[in-house]
């Protein structure tokens, strides 16, 4: 596939008017604000409608070379946009933001690191046996589909996105657009069912929604709370008037941070190749195991991230470098990526694998379920519903499902949730969530076979579980409150 500078130009163009269009739709249709569904979400289903797989089978376009509605070459680079942007978001992801000591994270957030760990684990756990008794056996399925439900659900659009390389390279093709489908269920799903749990959790009393109750309004307000989380409260207008200072300082901020962000791509380049070589020079000459060469980019961009970050710590060099730059560079880069990889969604690979994506979908939300209603009250001492309840919308979609369900549960956070949800992810987030693990986890399926991973995620998922229980189920409080 080859395109040109303006090809490439054109079909970004197309992607920022559909991402227009959708904002718009968004703010007439409160159907779709209920839904919380990100702009880019709508924006890639309205190009989905649009391309070769809906409206393209009956309309015919007016130019040769047509893909749908659009020319081939814009349908091309849009297929190729989500692994290049990725890298973007989260390379991004660390950069402008202080790295506290592990002890801090650990005192404030460790009670949901051992839940969303859990929640994570247990996807793999969960999505390998259906794989293994059922998928593969029944339907022919490559086993490799075990991974689809922490991929989709626990990765989201973005992860899903960014490994349809890894998927095609290892024989699995069809995977990519069976985990888009499984982030879109699982964001949709997230909010629905985590709403029917607050209602449940406040008429039950434990918790208390105070006189607002959660009406249409008081939904909205949630939402828009949250989608506009990048403005300043009361409480840290002070913090926004730094970084308002911090880019006054700078001559050109935007461009400064663009340079972080390629710094850090550069630095996980180097650290994947450098991995990469060591891994064909060793165990993996003449032809022997391959994992590494098959793991994108994306997540060692992040640890490039981290790097660039200590180092701008260690210089003294925070006054020149904005988080909230940083956060909208990502977010737009995000944007991107999922309107793209929804696209060029393959809506017939949807239909021929429709039961086995069905029964993921169904065992991934009873899994995370499960969690937020069993284990989360018996390791998480205090206030374990609104904090197991941000927990559980990120493992059904994206963090800001998680994020506005607390806020829902807890409009003036008088939990502590929102910062014990932001420290625990520097734990979660390198290694699963779209991580490491997350990564290399179709390559270790294929190297060494869905039973083998299926073990050590068993393994992983009753150690975390185990763990919590007795360190931190200790400090639970034996009380009625709190349990269902």
């Known amino acids: 596939m080859t395109m040109t500078v303006g090809e490439l130009f054109i079909a970004l163009v197309l992607v920022s008017l559909v991402l227009l269009a959708s904002n718009v739709l968004r703010n007439f249709s409160p159907w779709l604000r209920r839904l919380f569904l990100p702009s880019s979400v709508v924006g890639g289903l309205i190009l989905l409608l649009l391309g070769p797989e809906v409206l393209g089978r009956a309309v015919t376009a007016p130019f040769d070379n047509a893909a749908g509605l659009f020319p081939e070459y814009v349908f091309e680079s849009w297929a190729a946009l989500p692994g290049l942007l990725i890298n973007v978001v989260f390379a991004a992801l660390f950069i402008g933001r202080p790295i506290p000591g592990l002890r801090t994270i650990w005192m404030r957030a460790g009670p949901q690191v051992v839940v969303g760990q859990t929640m994570a684990w247990g996807q793999y756990v969960v999505g390998l046996t259906l794989a293994i008794l059922v998928l593969a056996p029944i339907f022919g399925m490559n086993p490799m589909a075990g991974a689809l439900i922490e991929i989709g659900f626990e990765g989201g659009h973005g992860t899903a996105a960014g490994m349809a390389d890894t998927f095609a390279e290892l024989g699995f093709e069809e995977g990519a657009d069976l985990a888009l489908g499984l982030a879109t269920i699982g964001i949709v799903s997230g909010v629905l069912i985590g709403t029917l749990m607050i209602n449940l959790a406040a008429r039950r009393g434990v918790i208390s929604l105070n006189d607002t109750g959660l009406t249409s309004e008081a939904l909205d307000r949630a939402q828009e709370q949250t989608e506009q989380n990048e403005r300043p409260s009361t409480e840290d207008y002070s913090e926004f008037k730094k970084d308002l200072a911090q880019e006054e300082e700078t001559a050109d901020p935007l461009s400064l941070h663009i340079g972080l962000v390629g710094i850090a791509i550069v630095i996980g380049w180097l650290i994947l190749s450098a991995l990469q070589w060591i891994e064909q020079q060793t165990w ?83 899994w995370c379920l499960f969690v937020l209603i069993v284990i989360a009250p018996r390791v998480i001492p205090e206030n374990w519903f609104e904090r197991g309840i941000g927990d559980f919308g990120q493992s059904m979609g994206v963090t800001v499902t998680g994020l506005l369900l607390m806020r829902m549960a807890d409009p003036k956070n008088r939990s502590g949730a929102f910062e014990s949800f932001g420290y625990k992810q520097l734990m979660f987030e390198p290694v699963v969530g779209g991580g490491l693990f997350t990564a290399a986890s179709l390559p270790l399926i294929a190297q060494f076979g869905a039973p083998a991973i299926l073990g050590l995620a068993l393994v992983l998922t009753v150690a975390w579980l185990i763990f919590g229980l007795l360190y931190f189920g200790r400090m639970v409080p034996d009380r009625g409150r709190g349990r269902w």
């Open 284 to 366: 993996a000459r003449d032809g022997g195991l391959e994992v590494l060469a098959h793991v994108p980019l994306f997540p060692i961009a992040m640890i490039g991230g981290v790097i660039v970050q200590l180092c701008v710590t260690r210089f003294g060099l925070e006054p020149h470098v904005s988080s909230r730059t940083m956060s909208r560079i990502a977010g737009t880069a995000l944007d991107f990526t999922i309107v793209a990889a929804l696209a060029t969604l393959s809506l017939t690979a949807l239909g021929e694998y429709l039961v086995p994506f069905l029964l993921l979908a169904a065992a991934g939300i009873a």
